[in-house]
């Protein structure tokens, strides 16, 4: 069994930053694409930034030149610095991970925490 797990949000004041963790439990032997959504009240989740197994990033356009993915590989872990936090970017930040080959020969698809909240409030 695979399991992600979020830490680091936090309250911060408009302007303040914070870093938030993803870190991989089970015996995982490979993990594809990785990333960071993030889901305010009452809006639907959205893609904050993306990592590919070979390193590519790509972050959306709102979080750009504020916001820095890191993934590393041995073993699987991913951080997000964020910086120049606004309320509009408070919300519930998930690191879900696309495919999962375990040591066991077990696959997993999509494979979700249970998230950490980040509010950005004065």
């Known amino acids: 069994q695979v399991q992600l797990v979020e830490s680091g949000g936090g309250v911060v004041q408009p302007g303040g930053s914070l870093r938030l963790s993803c870190a991989a439990h089970?015996?995982?032997?490979?993990?594809?694409?990785m990333g960071w959504y993030r889901q305010a009240p009452g809006k639907q989740r959205e893609l904050v930034a993306s990592?590919?197994?070979?390193?590519?990033?790509n972050y959306v356009d709102s979080v750009k030149g504020r916001f820095t993915m890191s993934r590393q590989d041995g073993p699987i872990a991913m951080n997000l610095q964020t910086h120049g936090l606004t309320p509009a970017d408070t919300a519930v930040y998930y690191c879900?991970?696309?495919?999962?080959?375990?040591?066991?020969?077990?696959?997993?698809?999509?494979?979700w925490g249970q998230g950490s909240l980040v509010t950005v409030s004065s």
């Open positions: 879900p991970a696309g495919d999962v080959w375990h040591y066991n020969g077990h696959y997993y698809r999509d494979v």
């Open positions: 089970g015996s995982i032997r490979r993990v594809s694409t």
């Open positions: 990592v590919t197994s070979g390193g590519n990033i």
